[in-house]
């Protein structure tokens, strides 16, 4: 081929590319196809939950005064008698509670969240405390020997707040909080006094006074979404509810009447203490609808299936809880109150209050059957309780010497079903899933009192042993059986290590009036020696509330056991 015709056969093919080329660029363009983004998470939206915690004091005292009210007898008596009414006592308000929340969230300016939040809650927050005295008069061998308790009572407490955070992390929200408290505070005081020598008898003197209080509650806390449409929270509060006065009228006079000379005395009373203290609780919020119902990360967490039916998977873990115990317990219609915290235990206790545990699990895909044993004997001397009792011309006290041992025995069997199971799309071994909880719980309690004697009558007819100087009361066996429901949540971080949180109601006036458990851990997996085994450190509280018999056959049983349990196990 000649140079003349190769030249103008590479001019045509270029002059054609560029012809192909420039019609081309006169099509429209097509461009690919745009995904919208997934919605950036938002803690925008209504929500509800619920929420357990410890409530423990701020102001410790108790207060009474007594002033002469009027006075027909010999005036020996009048200043003593006032004097030896009057006095301070320090008064626990702690105690375990549980409730439950709603709200509304509003997130701005990108990392701000703006919402309010309304709860309410109840549970065991008491305490209390007493004090005596001998006061001698101006004659020598005249003397007014006094004997006196004081108690408080947080029926229940609710609050109204505001909440300002700002988001750490997307699903992540720090936040302070401040607003209205609301209470319902009881405060109960009685006085028993002895004038020796003198025919005068004492009416013993009492008050209990419930006022629906309101005041204020400030506080902070953190909130992290860990499933669809589910946030666990950690919160701390101080709340104030003023200062209730129970005074006369409403306090009965301490009256004192001598039926042989027709004479009598009477001192008007007055008890005061303030309502106030820190609550530190933990909880969980679902969410309603909107977007950010997933947490961080492009893949975040979705509803998944749970296990299938297979073998079984069993663990057994003996572990030990440390005790302490609020609340009352009655043998022969002696009722004691006890406030004790498992560092009150330890330091103050007679004897080394530990429960030995047993728990026992079998599980197979979705449900598991499991066992659960308690042993527990809790001593507590004088200065751990106060004594109150229904006779008023019965005068006892308690001081360092007076005892009470408690001996509880618990059997708990029960069932859990996995009703839905969340897990991220990236990351192995890591999910949240809610149990269902059904079971029994076997009690069986001792209680055994003794009492130092100030000065008693008629021991016999109220079914009370003197030994010495003590007036013994023993309830016998209590035994009963409780019905209980609840829920489970389980977050698993990994293939070694996961968080739980368990709650539960029952009784229902089948066994207890009402009954409740709560309890949280941490727990670890880990292999040794060619075995499986299992570490777990937490908190549990059980509360009862049990009665048998009447008038001065009553025994009871009204209290929150409480404190750290920790284990070990293996699994096979």
Known sequence: MCAGRRFRLLAATLLAGFSA???????????????????????????VGFNY???????????????????????????????????????????????????????????WVAGLEADLQGGGIRGGGGFGSIIPTVLPGFAVTTSATMHRNLQHLGTVRARLGYTVQPD????????????????????????NPSALTSAG??????????????????????????????????????????????????VHIDPILATALGNAMAARTRFDGHLLRTGLNYRFGGQGSEPTGTAGYTSVQGPAFGSWNVAFTPYMWGIGMNGTTTALSQTTDVNMSFVDALTKSSSLPLAFMANFEARNGPVSLYGDLVWAQIRVAGSLMAQRNPIGGLTLSLDADARMKTTIAILEGGGTYEMARWAPASGQNAFTAIDAVAGLRYWRLGLDLSMNIVGAINLANLGLAQVGGKAVARSGDLAWVDPFFGLRLRQQVDARNSFYLKADVGGFGVGSKLAW????????????????????????????????GSGIRQSGFNSIIHGPVSGLGVKF
């Open 21 to 47: 080329s420039v019609s081309a660029a006169d099509l429209p363009t097509r461009k690919s196809l745009v995904v919208a983004p997934p919605p950036a998470f938002t803690w925008t939206g209504f929500y």
């Open 53 to 111: 915690g410890y409530a423990w004091r701020g102001s410790s005292g108790m207060a009474m005064d007594s002033v002469p009210l009027f006075n027909t007898a010999a005036g020996i008596w009048t200043t003593p008698s006032a004097l030896g009414a009057s006095g301070a006592t320090g008064a626990r308000l702690n105690g375990f509670f549980g409730g439950v929340q709603a709200g509304y969230n509003l997130q701005f300016a990108d990392r």
């Open 172 to 195: 992540l929200l720090a936040y302070l909080t401040a607003g209205l408290a609301f209470g319902g505070t009881s405060t109960t005081a009685s006085v028993n006094q002895v004038l």
């Open 205 to 254: 003197a009492r008050a209990d006074r419930f006022e629906e209080r309101f005041g204020f509650a400030v506080g902070a806390g953190a909130e992290m979404a860990i499933a669809p449409n589910l946030s666990a929270k950690f919160e701390y509060l101080y709340y104030g509810l003023g200062s209730p006065r129970a005074a006369y009228p409403s306090f009965a006079p301490l």
């Open 517 to 548: 458990q709560a309890a949280g851990g941490y727990t670890h997996d880990f292999e040794f020696a060619g075995m499986k085994w299992t570490s777990m450190v937490g908190y549990r509280a059980l509360y009862a509330d049990y009665a048998k």
